[in-house]
């Protein structure tokens, strides 16, 4: 970063906040790895993705869901210095005050919810992700409240940088997102076969789970969907 010249972007993957669960965090690991101990399901090396109830017990399932939300958390807590490392580098190099920098996750995450951990389903707790965008001379958190998309990432940022939109680009400016906008997704797992849309002020979500039966959830009021 200090040696890029101009204007630049930079791309940071990271795969950590990810099934199977590392529990790369030392501050954390021994207890993740504590209720990991109680769960059959192997959350190590991700030997299945489901946490049937038909296979496994009450008790087992409730530990398995502990597990996978500390384990999960665990990892996201792993990177917390990674990006103070990123922003004290663009601090120290005179840079952070004209750039833009945008954190986003391409999915939530489900925690056993419906019987699936990770991302084989399409409730609420796995479309429900999460992006912020800092910018220079922001004054201060500013939180959406209407349905986004990750469609919506690069037009915002093009926004930002007062750069025009592409016009056969499908997203919005998030602080412009249509009061009647749709925002739909589907599932390509092999295990599932799923469609939703849910409504532009995120109060109504629907589901088709199989042939002929939709499920109609308000992700506002019933966050997990159950």
């Known amino acids: 970063i200090g040696q890029a010249p101009g204007?630049?972007?930079?791309h940071l993957h990271t795969f950590d906040t990810?099934?199977?669960?590392l529990s790369l965090a030392p501050s954390c690991q021994e207890n993740a790895e504590a209720l990991a101990a109680e769960c059959p399901y192997d959350l190590i090396y991700g030997e299945a993705g489901s946490m049937n109830a038909a296979n496994f017990t009450t008790i087992e399932h409730e530990a398995c869901a502990a597990a996978i939300e500390a384990t999960h958390r665990c990892e996201a807590t792993f990177l917390d210095p990674i990006l103070d490392d990123l922003l004290g580098r663009l601090e120290a190099s005179g840079d952070l005050d004209r750039t833009l920098v945008v954190v986003t996750a391409d999915h939530g995450e489900g925690w056993g919810e419906h019987s699936w951990n990770h991302h084989h389903d399409l409730y609420a707790p796995v479309t429900r992700g999460v992006a912020w965008f800092w910018y220079p001379g922001v004054?201060?958190?500013e939180t959406v409240q209407v349905a986004t998309s990750q469609a919506d990432v690069v037009p915002t940022i093009l926004s930002l940088?007062?750069?025009p939109a592409g016009a056969s680009m499908d997203g919005f400016v998030v602080t412009a997102v249509p009061e009647d906008r749709v925002v739909t997704h589907f599932a390509c797992d092999p295990h599932v076969q799923m469609h939703g849309a849910i409504s532009a002020d995120g109060a109504r979500h629907a589901l088709w789970t199989s042939p002929g039966t939709w499920e109609?959830?308000?992700?506002?009021a019933d966050p997990v969907e159950l």
């Open 7 to 10: 204007l630049w972007f930079t």
């Open 18 to 21: 990810h099934d199977p669960y």
């Open 139 to 141: 004054g201060g958190l």
């Open 161 to 163: 940088a007062a750069l």
């Open 216 to 220: 109609l959830y308000d992700p506002i």
